[in-house]
């Protein structure tokens, strides 16, 4: 109907590109002649199923489509593929089913959340920090034995980790080689995570140590009011290394992720 695209007609309106956040292969061979006509087309997605390039790769399936686009568009940015002060169409899927909705967006390059800079970034490896963030999210959902768990990872930088922390009883991973994303691993976290303290993990993935008790300069570190010891000691302990964090809160079954001594990413487990 044209009277309809006299309404929405704007939301397209001279954008600088198009970004398709994981569209199916069909949906991207009807959108890519339009490239030819001058209309870049960026694809999103946990992987690049379409073959596409540019392609900006997303750790997780967000489902919040405001975490979703701006994590695209921040690896956009950091890739170079767009800049400051572009405006997107961004493409989406919000109900099950296919692209379904599109927003007009203008990339911001000042206010950067860091979700890209945590998982890209990041001295650990991407996967071990996708995977750690998976754990703590089926642990959030399922708890342990019904019950709400909390847990605390500090992953990447583990020797300075180590030092500025101290055992609360025996390291049950002291003699073993075992690394996050191993089945076994995941049953071994979700057990050793009804006992205090914090695990420790290489930044290849390598789990160092359970039960450690955090000590870092907690100075300059400023994390919301609110959050107790655990989640200061992963702020703090970010900041004083260069490790990061991801924090199952019990209290509220939000999982936090710290960077820098700052609060990246705060994530609902049962929205997954
Ligand atoms: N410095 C620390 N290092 C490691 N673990 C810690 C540290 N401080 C607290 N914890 C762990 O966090 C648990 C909960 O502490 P607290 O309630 O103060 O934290 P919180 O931030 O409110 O977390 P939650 O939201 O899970 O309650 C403690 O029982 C302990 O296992
Ligand atoms: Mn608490």
């Known amino acids: 109907m044209d009277g309809l695209d006299d309404v929405f007609g704007e939301i397209y309106d001279d954008v600088d590109a198009l970004v398709l956040f994981s569209p199916s ?3 991207y061979e009807r959108v890519a002649p339009l490239e030819d006509d001058g209309l870049d087309v960026i694809v999103v997605g946990t992987e ?18 405001a975490e979703r686009v701006r994590f695209g568009l921040e690896g956009a940015l950091e890739q170079g593929i767009i800049e400051g002060g572009d405006v997107l169409a961004c493409a989406t899927s919000v109900f099950d089913g296919g692209i379904d909705t599109v927003s007009r967006v203008r990339a911001n390059a000042e206010d950067q959340l860091g979700l890209y800079d945590l998982f890209s970034k990041s001295r650990a490896d991407a996967d071990v920090i996708k995977a ?10 399922k708890g342990q034995k019904g019950k709400p768990v909390g847990a605390l990872f500090v992953v990447g930088d583990a020797g300075n980790v180590m030092n500025k922390s101290r055992p609360l009883s025996y390291n049950p991973f002291e003699k073993s080689h075992v690394h996050v994303g191993d089945p076994i691993v995941t049953v071994m976290l979700k057990e050793f995570s009804r006992l205090d303290g914090a695990f420790v993990i290489s930044d290849s993935g390598k789990i160092v140590s359970a039960y450690r008790y955090l000590e870092p300069a907690a100075e300059g570190v400023d994390i919301p009011k609110g959050l107790g010891a655990r989640h200061m000691a992963a702020g703090a302990i970010t900041r004083d290394t260069n490790s990061i964090a991801v924090v199952l809160s019990e209290s509220d079954g939000m999982v936090r992720a710290f960077k820098a001594g700052e609060l990246i990413l705060e994530v609902d487990p049962e929205a997954y």
């Open 25 to 27: 292969g069909s949906y």
């Open 132 to 141: 750690v963030f998976e754990v703590a999210i089926n642990l959030g959902k």
């Open 48 to 65: 690049n199923t379409v073959g596409a390039d540019p392609f900006v790769e997303l750790p997780l399936e967000f489902s919040a489509v």
